[in-house]
Nanobody, 121 residues
Framework: QVQLVESGGGLVQTGGSLRLSCAAS????????MAWYRQAPGKQRELVAT???????NYAESVKGRFTISRDNAKNTVYLQMNSLKPEDTARYYC???????????????WGQGTQVTVSS
């Protein structure tokens, strides 16, 4: 019914930039908070950034000042602009959305399949 698809990952050198996108599609009525998470090999998934429907944002301390989360509500899309990338940013990045479909009055958390970001030193 609802799908989230990430794109924009890749291989970049230290100090470089990438822009991730996550598009939601399906029987969507509205989307509340959207977020980006990441998971490095052997580590737990961690929250990177969140953005409410109204545009309020929060960031993990490790990415503050380097990453910017934004969204286009008309396109049901969330973005993550990543600048000054470091090797420790290497991970698989996942988007998550609290989505109300036409079949449910309560929001359900949906996840994408992830996109790999690799930062070389």
């Amino acid at each position: 019914q609802v799908q989230l698809v990430e794109s924009g990952g890749g291989l970049v050198q230290t100090g470089g930039s990438l822009r991730l996108s996550c598009a939601a599609s399906g029987t969507i009525f509205s989307i509340d908070t959207m977020a980006w998470y990441r998971q490095a090999p052997g580590k737990q998934r961690e929250l990177v950034a969140t953005i409410t429907r109204g545009g309020s944002t929060n960031y993990a301390e490790s990415v503050k000042g380097r990453f910017t989360i934004s969204r286009d509500n008309a396109k049901n899309t969330v973005y993550l602009q990543m600048n000054s990338l470091k090797p420790e940013d290497t991970a698989r990045y996942y988007c998550e959305g609290e989505i109300r479909s036409f079949y449910s009055s309560d929001p359900i958390n949906y996840w994408g399949q992830g996109t790999q970001v690799t930062v070389s030193s």
